[in-house]
């Protein structure tokens, strides 16, 4: 009976004190913990709204640096383009063009024909504009080059170490009559390699074949194993129609510069012009050999079999020309008439009947 009323007492007694059952140490630390939670919470809100505050102000910024700039390139007015000269290009003693330019704006010199005195103003323009055009033509501005040198040469007409330049310029500008003429004045100052087969050159550009010829030869004396000489000793002859010199120019310019794939088919095709077809054979056959991504150069190797009769070989070359180019392009070249002669054969009508079904599909996809 005791130990049932012992169970009793404590499941049903209300002796129970919840004043001291309770611990006021764990309400103290909860109440810390909400409160350090509440204040990172609201330092995190702060940072991310002074974030947002930073972004929207940067955006605006932006927009209105973006409108102000269009605005100031509508509105600007337009200037002449000044060429900007490298200071680290120039030697020293010619720095002082970067200053100079500026001036000599202001110097109202105008330039007639005719020569001018020697003073320091006319000197030091004509070396401004000499200085110039080095630069011009070193960064491969030749309209501007010529235009300087133009000036330099109205300056003073018989100023020299100047002409050989200014024939160079004007054979880049297909003026043959004017790069002649300059040249013809370089060489009455100095013979050299450059300047007698620049002449040659602006001669064959006027026809004048007798004296390119002499001008080239002497050239070729200079330098014997200039490839540019032979090229255009092997132009002149082709000029000429000097077959074998022209011949023996091409293949000698071809032997020190193998890879110009554009001389190489000019060779190519100018065999073919003169019915040199196992020449152009063999040569061609040489070239596919190095050169296997030109389709001209297998089409024209085609043409070429043809004519030496020998049908599987012209097929062979015919297909992988085909493989290099559009369908449409390799229909036009087997279209024409110098491969009459194959057009029967069952193989170069499959040929074309592969072509004719891809150039339907393209057709269609398009």
């Known amino acids: ?15 129970h004190d919840l004043e001291k059952d309770f611990t006021p140490q764990v309400a103290k630390e909860l109440v810390e913990q909400r409160r350090r939670d509440l204040q990172r919470t609201h330092t995190r809100s702060i940072a991310l709204g002074g974030l947002a505050v930073v972004i929207v102000i940067t955006i605006i910024s932006l927009v209105a640096h973006n409108v102000l700039t269009e605005r100031n390139i509508s509105t600007k007015v337009p200037t002449k383009e000044r060429v900007f000269i490298p200071r680290h290009t120039l030697p020293l003693d010619a720095i002082w063009v970067l200053d100079y330019r ?17 003073s320091v103003d006319w000197v030091k323009k004509a070396a401004y504009h000499i200085i110039m055009g080095e630069q011009a033509m070193a960064l491969q501005e030749m309209d ?11 300056i003073y007409p018989d100023i020299e170490g100047l002409h050989r330049a200014m024939g160079i310029l004007y054979i880049y500008h297909e003026e043959y009559e004017k790069a002649a003429k300059h040249l013809e004045k370089a060489l009455s100052e100095k013979e050299t390699f450059s300047v007698v087969n620049n002449l040659g050159t ?5 026809e004048k074949y007798d004296q390119a010829k002499k001008h080239l030869l002497r050239a070729l004396e200079l ?28 293949e000698k310019y071809i032997d020190l510069k193998p890879n110009d794939v554009d001389t190489l088919q000019t060779y190519a095709l100018y065999l073919t012009q003169q019915e040199k077809w196992e020449q152009a054979a063999e040569f061609l056959t040489e070239l596919t050999q190095e050169v296997t991504d030109v389709a001209p150069i297998f089409f024209l190797l085609a043409q070429v079999q043809v004519q030496n009769g020998k049908e599987a070989l012209a097929l062979d070359a015919l297909q992988r020309g085909i493989q290099l180019v559009d369908p449409n392009l390799a229909l036009a070249w087997m279209s024409r008439e110098e ?23 393209l057709n269609h996809i398009q």
């Open 102 to 118: 500026l001036s000599s704006e202001q110097m109202n010199l105008d330039v007639e024909l005719g020569e001018k005195s020697l």
């Open 202 to 206: 602006a001669y064959i550009g006027i």
């Open 1 to 15: 009976m005791k130990r049932k009323d012992e169970f009793r007492d404590i499941y049903q007694s209300n002796s």
């Open 223 to 250: 330098q014997p194993e200039d490839p540019i000489c032979h090229k255009n000793l092997a132009l002149l002859y082709r000029k000429k129609e000097n077959v074998d010199s022209a011949i023996f120019h091409f």
């Open 144 to 154: 501007a080059a010529l235009e300087h040198f133009n000036y330099v040469v109205k």
């Open 339 to 361: 491969f009459l002669g194959v057009r029967d054969s069952s193989d170069f009508k499959s040929l074309i009947t592969e072509l004719e079904i891809a150039t339907d599909s």
